[in-house]
C-alpha cells in the first residue's frame, strides 16, 4: 500500500492537468456539453441527409452552411467525454470510451476528416458528391456509434 | 367566419415557408437545439469570462480557440426560436420573443456584431482588450435575457 498515496496525488495531477476536465465546472456539464454538440452537429447533418436522401429538394447553398456548421461543430464533442463521466445524467455513453480510449480517439478523428470532404462536396455543387460525401460521414458516424453508444 | 379557412391556409402556408419551422423534425427539437447551442456557446463564452476575471490564467491561445467558437455557435440558436414553442418542453423564452420579434431580432443582431470583436481581441493577444471585449459581449447577453428569458 505504501504507493498509494503517490498514485492517488500522481491520478489526481493528470486529471487536474488535463484541459478537458478542467473546463467544465461540474462533470454533469461535460455530458451535457458533449450531448449539446453532437446534437446540434446532428440536425444540421440530418438537413443534408433530407437532401441526399431526396427528401426534400437539393440546395446548394443550404447544403454547403449546414457542412459548414457540421464541420465546426465536429470539433467539439470530444471534450466532454471527461474521464468519470460515464454513469452521470441520462447518457448512453458506453464505457469503452475511457477503456478503449485509443480507438475511440481514433473514430474521433475519422470523423474530423471526414467533415472537410463533406464541405468540399458541398462547394462542388453537385448532388452526387454531396450524397457520396453524406454517406461516407454518415457511415463514420455510424461505426462509432456501434463502437460506443448503448442503443 | 368565412375568411377563417383562407386565413388558416395563409398561416400554415407561412409557417410552412418559414426555413426555421421547416428545419426541425418536431417542435420539441427547436427547443432542445437552441438551448443546446446557447448552451455550448455560454460553456466557451464562460472560459473567456474565467480569464478576464482572473479565475485562470490568462493564455491567448485558449483564449482565441474560445472566442472562435462563441463566434461559430452565435449565429445558431436563432433559428431554434420557432414561433410556437415558447410553451414547449422546459424553457424560460418570454413569450415577447414572438410579440417583439423586431427588438428580439436586433438583440440577435447586436451579438452577431459583438462576436467578431470579440475574437479580433483575443487576437491582440492582450488580456485588457479580451477583458474589454468580453465585457461588452455579456453585456449583450445580459440585455436579451433581462427581456426576453424568464429568471
Known sequence: MRFAAPFVLAAF???AATPASAQFA?????V?????????MAQHFGRIGAMANG????????????AQVVDEMARLPWAGFV?????VGNTRAKPEIWTEQVKFREHN????AETPRLVA??????????????????ATCKS???SFRNQ
Open 144 to 146: 462509432c456509434h456501434d
Open 109 to 112: 478523428e475519422k470523423l474530423l
Open 83 to 87: 474521464p468519470g463521466t460515464e454513469k
Open 26 to 30: 461540474k462533470a454533469e456539464d461535460a
Open 55 to 66: 427528401k426534400v429538394p437539393y440546395d446548394a447553398k443550404v447544403a454547403l452552411e449546414n
Open 121 to 138: 462536396a458541398a462547394k462542388t455543387n453537385n448532388l452526387d458528391n454531396l450524397k457520396s460525401a453524406f454517406q461516407s460521414t454518415a
Open 13 to 15: 495531477t493528470a486529471i
Open 32 to 40: 451535457k456539453y458533449r450531448q449539446s454538440a453532437l446534437f446540434v
